[in-house]
């Protein structure tokens, strides 16, 4: 591959890093800085819970104004404006003086985190030679994840102010090597013309064109399933298992993550493999699943079955960046930057319903039934999303879609 399209791949895996650090790092300095910008102790759960909304509602908002960006002004106008958005307000983050401060640092930071990942994804797919395609963006996942992982160190380690600091930082280091990144050769072909780019009309112009962005966004529910109900409750499920040591949800984290890491780079290897993104995509789906049955079968059994549980089930879940290839192999070139930058967002809301889910039935069946159901309903509607998209392995994306 040419010097331009590893450059690109580097600075996006560089962007994704930074990206999940700093979404990372909210959770684990919430108390620490909550209680410095005068919280009171008996309100850091109701402000943390605000404060983790707020940047959810950025990130949702913002995926769809940067995707829209992207389209109409190109995809490097979302790498650096994103970052510069987000890098900003992190760093800001170090001197709020109050919690309203905090708040509105929180979902500007969420507006600028939400561009990140689906423009990176974007122009290295477009890069890419056809037959390359998915090893690109599995190298972004792997590496990114990493930068979760790195978050829960540093948050851990350090003050909260510093963790912020770090993060703004790294932001605006990673401006300067993207300087040498190139534009998309598909997008430059049409930057000039007078086609419709960026319009939701295009994406919602008929139902089956509806049908198969729903199929995208309902993908990701096993995804953030792990994320927001196994691995944020791992303490009431293992209290109501009866566990005599609680996992720590830290070290879950931890565990999930080095999962996902090979979870990813092995997901894009394995669909060139089959040539198929939605062979490989079905593999690993099915695979979470029945790690899904061995984990409530056998994860109350001792706490290193619960952490390497949690593992695999992160790395299964790696099919996520192949998704995002596929999300972004489906649709034209002039709204490709939409439904890839605004279809990764939504992915990641559906913690919300998931969550609510959960909470609803855990009084009615049980903490653990309740989990359990969230997750067979998680499950049973990824693979009919899977069963609506299009393989797009040997596409040419070099299309424009009409009204």
């Not at 909550?34 to 509602?57: D, F, T, Y």
């Not at 112009?205 to 691995?231: E, H, T």
């Not at 070139?333 to 930058?341: M, P, W």
């Not at 959960?358 to 309740?370: D, H, K, Q, R």
Request: one cysteine or more; glycine letters at 12%; aromatic letters at 14%.
């Amino acid at each position: 591959m040419k010097k331009h399209i590893w450059l690109a791949i580097i600075a996006s895996a560089l962007g994704f890093f930074v990206d999940l650090y700093d979404i990372m790092i909210l959770s684990v300095v919430r108390k620490s800085s909550l209680l410095a910008v005068g919280v009171p102790e008996a309100e850091l759960l109701s402000k943390g819970v605000s404060l983790i909304n707020v940047q959810m509602a950025g990130m949702l908002l913002g995926g769809f104004i940067w995707g829209i960006i992207g389209d109409k002004m190109g995809r490097l106008s979302v790498l650096f404006g994103s970052i510069i958005l987000y890098s900003s307000a992190t760093f800001a983050n170090a001197y709020a003086p109050n919690f309203e401060i905090y708040l509105l640092l929180r979902f500007l930071a969420g507006v600028g985190l939400a561009g990140e990942l689906g423009a990176a994804i974007t122009l290295v797919t477009e890069q890419m030679p056809q037959k390359y395609r998915g090893i690109g963006p599995a190298i972004i996942g792997g590496c990114g994840m990493l930068g979760a992982i790195f978050g829960a160190f540093i948050g851990g380690k350090y003050s909260w102010q510093f963790t912020y600091q770090l993060g703004g930082g790294l932001g605006f280091l990673l401006l300067i090597l993207r300087l040498g990144v190139l534009e998309s050769g598909l997008y430059n072909q049409i930057k000039d013309k007078t086609t419709i780019k960026g319009d939701l009309r295009l994406l919602f112009k008929n139902k089956d064109y509806i049908k198969k962005y729903i199929s995208i966004c309902v993908l990701g529910f096993p995804v953030w399933y792990v994320n927001g109900v196994v691995m944020t409750f791992t303490p009431e499920i293992a209290k109501a298992w009866g566990m005599v040591e609680i996992p720590s949800v830290s070290t879950v984290v931890i565990y999930y993550f080095i999962g996902l890491t090979f979870g990813d780079l092995t997901g894009g290897f394995v669909s060139q493999y089959f040539q198929s993104r939605k062979k490989a995509i079905r593999l690993y789906l099915s695979m979470y699943a029945v790690a899904a049955v061995v984990f409530f079968m056998f994860g109350n059994k001792s706490i290193i079955i619960y952490n390497g549980l949690i593992m695999f089930l992160g790395f299964c879940v790696g099919y996520s960046i192949v998704l995002l290839t596929l999300a972004a192999e489906q649709y034209g070139t002039n709204i490709r930057s939409t439904v890839t930058t605004s279809s990764l967002n939504i992915l990641r809301a559906t913690v919300i319903p998931q969550t609510l889910l959960f909470g609803f039935l855990s009084p009615y069946i049980g903490t653990v039934n309740a989990a359990m159901a969230v997750g067979v309903i998680a499950i049973l509607l990824a693979f009919w999303g899977l069963r609506n998209l299009d393989e797009t392995f040997h596409k040419d994306l070099n299309y424009m879609e009409e009204l």
